[in-house]
């Protein structure tokens, strides 16, 4: 199997249609462990790299910034333009550190130094702000953001988790506009068959400023695999219970009735529900490259396997259709 390659939004560039996600990579779980180690954050990197992926998906706190250090070991055996990078800025990175998190030119301009640092590169093809600011005025994040391309060592710049609020992103781009800046030309949405609050406004704004959409938790957080059941104890694997909420906002029953629709159209396919999944925002008009990770080269290859699979247009819209989106009660 080969990953075929996607435009990225407006940018020219051609990316793999599924990225691949290194969030977990010197992850601790909230008991302790941790959910992947060096040698099989390369294990990953190679099973992806044989598949014909070269999107690769960071940020800085991942793993503490381990993340970062052995995507960069990594890269290091191989040629650099071979792949497309992406990382992450926002989250505090310092101890005490009054600015050591936000947008404020100080902390973007230390944490790039410091990204690039541990990636071992001169430069990231796409930079994302992992949140919005609302402490540091737009102009000064756009403007520090525009030196960045203007010095070659980000190449695109993206905007991570501003869903729903496509007002954000669009006043954004206005300013870049004004001033001849670089705007955001990727967006990072959650986006999956339960969690739809994108479509409507966000996924419209996005599709007519050819922006890119690199949707992160495209598996609603292990959710879509199929490997919960309805009023069933949670696995002793479930890390996503880590997360606060999890449980209330996954374990629903409109959540087990499209997940019903996604294995019974896994049964039709001969796919797994995960792969139908993530199938489904691969045959989606607005979705570019869904975000893809995995403890296990085993997982990793299931969820690649997602690029062979075929829906017919009635499959897509049982799917799609599988819950309501945010703006289908007001049609």
Known sequence: MALD?????????????????????GRETAAGNLEIDRATAHDLLDAYEAAGGR??????????????SWIGDWLDERDRED???????????REDDPNGDGLNR?????????ML???????????????????????????TLDGFVQDGRVHYLGASTLAPNAWKLARANDIADRYGWEPFTVTQPRYNLVNREIEGEYLDFCRENGIG????????QGFLTGKYERDADLPDEATASDSEGWEERYLTPENFDALDVVETVAAEVNASPAQVALAYQLHHPDITAPIVGARTVDQLEENLGAATVELTDDQFERLEASKAGPFDDLL
């Open 106 to 114: 100080k902390h973007l301009r230390r944490q790039l130094d410091a």
């Open 83 to 93: 792949f497309v990078v992406a990382s992450k800025i926002y989250w505090p990175t």
């Open 213 to 220: 959409v690199v949707p992160w938790s495209p598996l609603a």
């Open 117 to 143: 640092d541990r990636l071992g590169t001169d430069y990231l093809d796409l930079l994302y702000i992992h949140r919005w600011d609302d402490a540091t005025p737009a102009r000064e994040v756009m403007r």
């Open 55 to 68: 999107f690769i998906d960071t940020a800085d706190v991942y793993g503490g910034g381990k993340s970062e």
């Open 5 to 25: 390659t996607v435009s990225l939004g407006r940018t020219g560039l051609e990316v793999s249609e599924l990225a691949f996600g290194t969030w977990r990579f």
